[in-house]
Structure formats: C-alpha cells, structure tokens
C-alpha cells in the first residue's frame, strides 16, 4: 500500500460501537458491526485507519488480519505498546501482517501513560523506563525487519542472538513508524525513530511549537535531511453538519450527552489532572475556552478529562476541509479522525470531508508549484 505524503486520512475501527455518546455493551467483539466499519473506511476513501491498544481489549494483530480478508486496499495502523510481547516475536507478526495483507501495515507504537493500564498487563516500570524501553524495543524492530542475516543484540531490556529476519515485510524498507506521546522522553525517542509522529487536536500555537520541537529532536539523532522527511499526524472529532450552525447545535448535544452519561466534568477538588503529556495539552487548550480558535472546539475536552482524543473541528464539511488546510500550512499531513457516531460519522466523513479537503491540498501545492 502506498498513501501520498501531500495529505493522509486515518480513521478508527473498534470491535463494537462505542464512543463518549455511545456506552458500550454486549460483547468485546460485534464481528458485524466491525466488518462493516472496516469496510465503510474503504469505501470512504481512507488511506488506513486506527485499530487501538486497550488493556481490556481484543488483540488489535487479529482484528488487523481479519479485515484485511474484507478488504483489498484500505491499511491498518495498529496500536501497540512495547513491553508485553517479545520484540523479535512483534516484528514477525507485524511482517506476518504485512505479507497476508499486501504491504498494508503500519504500527502506532505507544509507550503507556497509564500506570494502572499498564498493570493490568503486569507492567510496573516507571513512565521515564516505559520509553527507554521503548527505544530499545524499536530499534530492534527495524533492525529484524532490514535485516539481511540473523540479528543479535544485548541491551538492558532485551538479549537474544541469532533472530530470523526470514518474514520479511511486503514494505521496503520496512513497515512505518507512528509515534505518539508528548512529553520530552517520548520526544527524544520520537527523533530517534519516528516516520510520523502523532499528537492530539491541539491550537495553531501549540502545533508550532511541538513541530519544532520534534524536528530538533530529529535533528540531532538523525540529521536534517530526516528532520525535513519526518510527518505530523493530528487527531480530531470532526463534528459536521449542512450548516454551521446546525453543526454547532450538533456539538452542544454532543457535550450535553457526555456529561449526561458521565463525562468527568472540568477538573476540581478531589480529581486528579491526567498523568500524560498529551491530555495535559488538550485541558491547556481548552483552558483558552471552549472555542479558542476558528473551527476548534475543546468543551468536550474539558467535559471528560481529556482522558482521550477529544477535541473537535465543528463546521460543514467545506469549513473543516479549510481548517484542515490551515494545519496543513503548518506542516501536518495526516489526520486522524474519528465521529462520535463513529460508524455514521465515518461514512460521512469519507462522502464529502475527505474529497473536499483533498481537493483543497491539491489547489494549495498546485499554487505552490506555479509561484516557483
């Protein structure tokens, strides 16, 4: 599979339904309502879309292998987080993935900023250990997965000798790295082996500063000409409607309903500010209000924590698509969105927003061209 590095579309599929406005119930996997997620993302247009790592979740290779039976052409980027499966043995089911599917595979490698996620797995290392450990896992990773001969290695994580490359993957020279995590740990390990690093919906402001920040770090492990290579992924919940202002009556009920079912309110006594860097960003935003700029909406946000990917783009499909373009300007070139009606949503999604801002990114560099 190949995607353009002008503009990139992930969605999400999960196994059942479920979002802020949609509590989950019946069992961990509804094979119907999964197959016909995995199948409205390809028909929508996506380039892949998300599968996610939950500690009380089905494993996310599997679900990755099953629909690339129901599919030809939509990529998997699947969500796993370093420690609780031997690297050797993740590179081999990564390039399983990648052969069984034609070269569609990608891995979201996530450390953990959970601590009680983590331990439902058995994993008690501190967050600063979580990413050194992770730097070793990812280096092993590339290393079986370029390799030529049997690989050794001897780290303070992990030791092995003589690991097979002989399942190799479709994608040369290897299958693509995301990356998520904010703070500076995961940084610097971003800069070391990142193809594309991803972050949540931030402000304008906050996506400069996290760019230049990233590209330094790539910078100095890997050289400028990687520092230019490397892509930015943003995360949003396009909430979408004819008009916009029945698009913003859309996003009151939305946060209406979240906080009817439980969304944790704005942060007071006796709740605790999310552990992670990432959430800790997105209650900076929406500290600015609940429309801090253009199309941004951060009260859902607020509303549940930022426990998760929870800012919006609110507007017609035309407004997102520009304020898409606006983040592209800024060097982002993938992005991650998901409804809350995810299965309507992604339909929608793939109908009109995705043409509509490709078709944008395409006047944009066709302008760009021309001015040479």
């Known amino acids: 599979m190949t995607t353009s590095p002008d503009i990139e579309f992930i969605g999400m599929v999960q196994p059942r339904e479920q979002s802020e406005i949609h509590p989950a119930r019946g069992p961990a996997i509804d094979l119907g309502y999964f197959r016909a997620s995995v199948q409205a993302h390809e028909a929508g247009g996506f380039d892949r879309f998300l599968i996610g790592w939950h500690g009380n979740g089905p494993d996310g290779l599997q679900l990755a292998a099953h629909a690339a039976a ?26 399983t993935l990648d052969q069984l599917s034609g070269g569609r595979a990608a891995i979201h490698v996530i450390s953990g900023g959970d601590d009680a996620e983590q331990r439902r797995d058995g994993d008690y290392l501190s967050k600063d250990e979580r990413y050194d450990r992770t730097d070793e896992y990812v280096h092993i990773l590339k290393s079986v997965w370029t390799a030529t001969a049997p690989v050794d290695h001897d780290g303070p994580f992990y030791t092995f000798k003589g690991a097979s490359p002989d399942v190799r993957p479709v994608q040369a020279p290897r299958i693509p790295i995301y990356f998520g995590g904010a703070s500076e740990a995961a940084i610097e390990v971003a800069g ?14 906050q996506v400069r500063e996290i760019v230049a920040r990233v590209r330094a770090a790539v910078r100095r492990h890997r050289g400028e ?18 008009t916009e202002s029945a698009a913003w009556a859309r996003a009151e009920r939305i946060l209406a309903e979240t906080k009817r079912l439980g969304g944790q309110a704005a942060l007071g006594p006796g709740k605790s500010a999310p552990a992670n860097v990432g959430s800790q960003r997105l209650l900076a935003a929406a500290a600015q209000g609940d429309r801090p700029e253009g199309r941004l909406y951060t009260a859902i946000a607020a509303a549940t924590g930022a426990r998760g990917n929870t800012t919006a783009l609110v507007g017609t499909p035309q407004q997102v698509a520009e304020a898409f373009l606006e983040y592209h300007v800024l060097g982002v070139t993938t992005f991650l ?13 793939g109908r009109e927003l995705l ?8 006047e944009r560099l066709a302008g760009a061209v021309a001015a040479e």
């Open 70 to 95: 129901h599919t030809s052409r939509v990529g998997f980027l699947v969500a796993h987080r370093p420690g609780f499966q031997a690297p050797t043995n993740a590179a081999r089911a990564f390039a």
């Open 337 to 349: 969105i998901r409804g809350f009606d995810p299965l309507e949503d992604a339909i929608e999604y």
């Open 192 to 205: 070391k082996h990142a193809d594309v690093y991803a972050l949540w919906g931030e402000t304008h402001a």
């Open 225 to 242: 000409q990687a520092a230019r290579a490397i892509r930015f992924s943003l995360s949003f919940r396009p909430i979408l409607a004819e």
């Open 355 to 362: 043409p509509a801002t490709r078709a944008l990114v395409a």
